[in-house]
């Protein structure tokens, strides 16, 4: 699980911005906070996109939004995932083994990519992996067990949690975060006073 977390500490200042106004002080911070988290959901799944094979769309499905109330002035954004299978991620080739007329596999090896940028890398398992078909029809990389009484054994990558905490990325979502937060209270004290 990996979680940025948006509060704020004190509501005094947005009271003297808001002046006269001032009872509309935990509205101004709970529609702040709440924008803000939405925000960071999509920074999270963006930055996580950038640097693994994997969609934003994949990354969105596993953060869930706390959102701030008028008696909680907090709100969150936190990711829990278990490890994705590796199939889902670059796979080469992406097909089941065949083999040719001499009896020999092919490929000899499957290459994944979990990460973008750096060339796809041989499946260094042994017994070999294989990409196989399940009767639910879900495709995934295995390799074969001796050691248990289920005959495969599905390859797994990192979690989408493990992904935005090995990127480094949190720093700098978090900061975001902050950045955010205060230009939508900005925002938030402006449109009251103006509208009165």
Known sequence: MIETRIEVDSIEEVRKRLGSLSH?????????????????????????????????????????????????LQGAAVSKASPIALAKFKVSPNRK????????????????????GPASKPLDVDPKAFIAVMKSGHQGLFRRKTDSSLPIKQLFGPSVPQMIKNDGSMER????????????????????????
């Open 24 to 72: 509309k002080a935990p509205s101004v911070l709970v529609n702040a906070i709440n924008r803000t988290t939405t925000n960071i959901k999509k920074t999270m799944a963006q930055e996580t996109a950038k640097r693994y094979n994997i969609t934003s769309g994949e990354v969105k499905k596993t953060i869930t939004i706390s959102r701030a109330t008028r008696a909680r």
């Open 97 to 116: 083994v065949t083999y040719t007329s001499k009896g020999k596999p092919s490929p000899k090896a499957y290459k994944v990519s979990v990460e973008k």
């Open 173 to 196: 979502i978090q900061a975001e975060a902050e950045s955010t937060l205060q230009k939508r209270i900005d925002a938030e004290i402006e449109n009251i006073l103006r509208r009165g």
